[in-house]
C-alpha cells in the first residue's frame, strides 16, 4: 500500500541531498572535533562551516549560534538560562505552547523559582497582545516572556517583532519557539528584537537529533548540560557532526527554494480547503487558516459522530497519515490543549494536515475522496 503523508508539522522526510552532505562524517570524516590532530580538525571545521552558514541565512552572528540536540533542549536551556543566570522572576506564556514551553515553565514555577502568567488566547486562536502589554505592565520584577512564531497543530503565526517591541518597552527577555518556522520564513535575528529563538532540523527536511539554539550576543547564560567546553562552553558534550553538517545543509536548501516551494505549499493547503468545503457539507478550520497562518498547516474540525472519532484510525488503515495534535501528545488521548484553549467545542474532532514539498495535488484528491468516505 503506498502511504500518503500529510504530518509535515511533526517530521519531515530527509531531503537525499542532505544525506549525501552528511555520508562522509557518517564514514571516513569520523574525527571527534575536539582532537587535535588533522581528523578531528577537518570535523571540528566542519562545524564551523555549518555554524558560518546558519548565521548568515538567519542573519545573525555566528557567535550566537548554538547547535543542541532538538528544539525541545533548546526552549529549556533558553528558559532555564532566563530565570536562572538572567534573573527573571516571571515568565509570561500563552496555554496554547508546545509542552517544550509549557512543562518547563510549570516546572520552574513548582520550584518556585518563577511566577507563570497565562495571555488570553482570542476566539480565533491569536495570542491577545492588549492582554500581553497588561500582563508586562502590571510585573514588577523582570520578566521572560516566551511566545512561538507559529503554533504546531493550527499553524497560527504571532508577531514577533511586536511581541519583541512590547518586551523592549519593559526591559523584558524574550525567547520564541521557531521550531515550525525556521527553514519554513525567512528570519532576520539582527533586526529582531529576540533574545532566544529555538529550532529543529527535522522539521524542513533535515536529521532528527539536530537543534539550533539562537542567544544574542547581549545575553549571558550558563551552560545547561555540563561536562566538556563543546559548543564554546555553551554545551557539553561531543558534537552530533552529521547532524549538524545536515543542519546546516537543509536550511540551505531550503532558503534557496524558499519562493517557489512556500507558494507551491501554501497551493496544496488552500486546494484542501476548497475541496473539503466543496465535498463536505459541515467542516470548518480551528485558527486563523487563511490569514495569519502557517501555509504548511490545515487544522481541520469535523462534526463528532460514530465514524469520525475513529478517523485517525481509519485514514491510518487506509494508509493516510495525519495527526490530532502535536506528535509528542499523539499517543495520550486528552485531545488537544491548543484546540480546549480556544475552541472547546466536545461535538468537533480536530485533525491536523500538514504539507511538504514532496506532497502531491493527487494526493490532496485521495485524501479528500477518502474523507468523503469516513465522514
Do not use: W
Not at 582532537?35 to 578531528?40: L, N, V
Not at 529550532?199 to 533535515?206: D, L, N, T
Request: proline share 3%; charged share 20%.
Amino acid at each position: 500500500m503506498n502511504r500518503l503523508y500529510f504530518d509535515s508539522a511533526a517530521t519531515t522526510a530527509l531531503d537525499p541531498q542532505v544525506l549525501e552532505a552528511m555520508m562522509p562524517y557518517f564514514q571516513n570524516k569520523y574525527g571527534n572535533p575536539s582532537s587535535i590532530y588533522s581528523y578531528g580538525r577537518e570535523t571540528r571545521l566542519a562545524i564551523e562551516n555549518a555554524r558560518k552558514s546558519v548565521g548568515k541565512i538567519l542573519n545573525a552572528h555566528p557567535a550566537e549560534i548554538f547547535f543542541t540536540s532538538c528544539g525541545t533542549e533548546s526552549s529549556n536551556t533558553a528558559i532555564t538560562g532566563s530565570v536562572r543566570d538572567l534573573g527573571c522572576k516571571r515568565i509570561i506564556t500563552s496555554p496554547i505552547e508546545h509542552h517544550a514551553t509549557l512543562h518547563t515553565v510549570e516546572y520552574l514555577d513548582h520550584r518556585d523559582e518563577a511566577k507563570v502568567s497565562y495571555v488570553n488566547i482570542l476566539p480565533d486562536g491569536h495570542i491577545d497582545m492588549d492582554h500581553l502589554a497588561e500582563l508586562l505592565a502590571a510585573s514588577d520584577e523582570k520578566t521572560l516572556v516566551t511566545l512561538m512564531h507559529a503554533n504546531n497543530e493550527i499553524g497560527n503565526i504571532t508577531d514577533i517583532h511586536a511581541v519583541g517591541e512590547l518586551c523592549v518597552q519593559h526591559g523584558a527577555i524574550f525567547h520564541s519557539d521557531c521550531v515550525q518556522t525556521v527553514g519554513h520564513f525567512h528570519f532576520d535575528l539582527r533586526n529582531t528584537p529576540v533574545h532566544f529563538i529555538s529550532g529543529s532540523a527535522h522539521k524542513f527536511h533535515g536529521p532528527k537529533g539536530a537543534g539550533l539554539l539562537y542567544i544574542n550576543e547581549n545575553v549571558h547564560i550558563k551552560p545547561y548540560v555540563h561536562g566538556g567546553g563543546q559548543e564554546r562552553n555553551m554545551r557539553a558534550g561531543t558534537e552530533n557532526v552529521y547532524g549538524i553538517v545536515g543542519f546546516a545543509k537543509a536550511l540551505e536548501l531550503a532558503t534557496t527554494h524558499f519562493e517557489t516551494e512556500s507558494n507551491y505549499i501554501r497551493g496544496l493547503k488552500y486546494y484542501l480547503m476548497e475541496q473539503l468545503q466543496q465535498h463536505l457539507s459541515d467542516v470548518s478550520f480551528n485558527g486563523d487558516a487563511a490569514g495569519r497562518s502557517n501555509y504548511t498547516v490545515l487544522n481541520v474540525s469535523f462534526p463528532k459522530s460514530e465514524k469520525s472519532e475513529m478517523l485517525l484510525m481509519n485514514l491510518d488503515m487506509a494508509g493516510i497519515c495525519a495527526s490530532g495534535g502535536s506528535a509528542c501528545t499523539s499517543g495520550a488521548q486528552q485531545g488537544s490543549h491548543v484546540i480546549r484553549a480556544f475552541n472547546n467545542d466536545p461535538n468537533r474532532i480536530p485533525v491536523r494536515f500538514s504539507f511538504s514539498k514532496f506532497n502531491t495535488k493527487e494526493e490532496v484528491d485521495v485524501l479528500v475522496a477518502k474523507l468523503k468516505e469516513l465522514v
